[in-house]
């Protein structure tokens, strides 16, 4: 036999491509830095501290953790991702300890209990900030104006999702809960009280889809990294573009959530089927980031295109139902965390059928 006809086998896997989960981990963290850098310049520059303390934390519990597993120090980029989503999943004003609470359950709890990057069955960042949400729910409402709106007559806000959820708004000089919980010490709270109420009075009066221009630039209160819906969409583009996601889970995941939105959410309001504002909820929250970026993670999604199809809308509908009749004025992270949990079934029954290993009628 000749040198020609010899083959080299290897152990799998034998396709592997030029990524390495270093490069992909990496860009998906510069695809995120423009809503980043915005969250940053519209809330000042504590919004930078609780972005640096968050990955500074998750980087270091990642440390330790590799540490006491005897494995060599992690530098794969995972911990700074952890870390960079956890802190653009916090309000401008949060007290520090609430993003190292989220890191240390992220890390330490929901990666590294379950044997690290690869074998945790949901998000990491999602999980640590639904821990600090329910454990810590005061300072997780602790919202701030963006300076682009400081001098405005109204107010295009994502915390108008928590007053449309309660419709208790009460501006006698004080803020009400239904604004969530805003840190007015650092402005006159009669004056920023007098903005909100104007705001929400237009709100209320043009039906919200006034303000969807301010909700797609991100020239509303909310957590620092989610706000701007066009700078997120431009880094999933980019993220498309490099084949690191690909469009199944996040057109699905926002189209089934838009087509519910549209045909109940008017029911809400008295004005019947087909009459929802799609757009201002699909531009609100963390829809956004949710669908782009925490959604794809590769290994809570599903593995074959059908899958991603049925996970990206199970999602949407949650989120529908979580937002609009639920008791939370959001819904993103919980429905992915849902979601999450039922991969490993999706994954099951969405296999591709392997050729010539379907039994034929009939046959012993």
Same mark, same amino acid.
């Given at each position: 036999m000749s040198e020609q006809n010899l083959f080299l086998v290897e152990s799998s896997p034998q396709i592997r491509h030029r990524d390495s989960t270093s490069s992909i981990m990496w860009q998906v963290s510069i695809a995120l830095m423009p809503a980043g850098i915005w969250g940053i310049w519209v809330f000042g520059i504590r919004s930078l501290l609780v972005i640096a303390v968050s990955i500074a934390s998750a980087v270091g519990f990642e440390y330790l953790a590799a540490r006491s597993m005897k494995r060599s120090t992690v530098s794969d980029g995972s %911990?700074? +991702?952890t870390g960079l989503l956890i802190g653009y &999943?916090? /309000?401008p004003l949060v007290p520090l300890f609430i993003p190292v #609470? %989220? !890191? #240390?359950f992220a890390i330490l709890v929901v990666k590294w209990a379950f044997g690290g +990057?690869? #074998?945790n069955w949901m998000n990491p960042a999602l999980a640590g900030r639904v821990f600090v949400f329910f454990s810590w729910t005061s300072g997780m409402n602790a919202w701030k104006l963006p300076r682009t709106i400081q001098a405005a007559d109204g107010v295009s806000s994502a915390t108008v999702l928590g007053s449309l959820k309660t419709l208790l708004m009460d501006f006698s000089g004080e803020a009400s809960s239904a604004v969530g919980m805003l840190r007015y010490h650092e402005y006159p709270a009669s004056a920023i009280g007098q903005q909100i109420s104007s705001w929400f009075d237009r709100v209320m009066q043009m039906r919200i889809s006034a303000y969807t221009v301010d909700l797609a630039v991100? &020239? $509303?209160p909310g957590s620092i990294g989610e706000v701007s819906a066009v700078l997120l969409i431009i880094g999933g583009i980019y993220l498309l573009a490099k084949n690191i996601i690909t469009w199944e889970i996040p057109v699905t995941y926002? +189209? !089934?959530f838009a087509l519910l939105i549209w045909a109940f959410d008017g029911l809400r309001f008295g004005q019947g089927l087909f009459s929802g504002d799609a757009a201002f909820h699909v531009l609100s929250g963390g829809l956004m980031l949710g669908a782009l970026f925490m959604a794809t993670d590769m290994v809570t999604s599903p593995v074959t295109r059908k899958g991603m199809i049925v996970y990206g809308i199970g999602a949407g509908m949650l989120t529908f139902l979580i937002r609009v009749y639920g008791s939370l /004025?959001?819904? $993103?992270s919980m429905a992915i965390i849902i979601m999450n949990i039922f991969v490993p079934m999706i994954n099951r029954y969405m296999q591709p059928k392997v050729y010539g290993t379907a039994a034929r009628r009939g046959s012993a």
């Open positions: %911990a700074f +991702l &999943n916090m /309000p #609470a %989220a !890191s #240390a +990057l690869g #074998a991100g &020239n $509303v926002i +189209l !089934s /004025p959001e819904g $993103v």
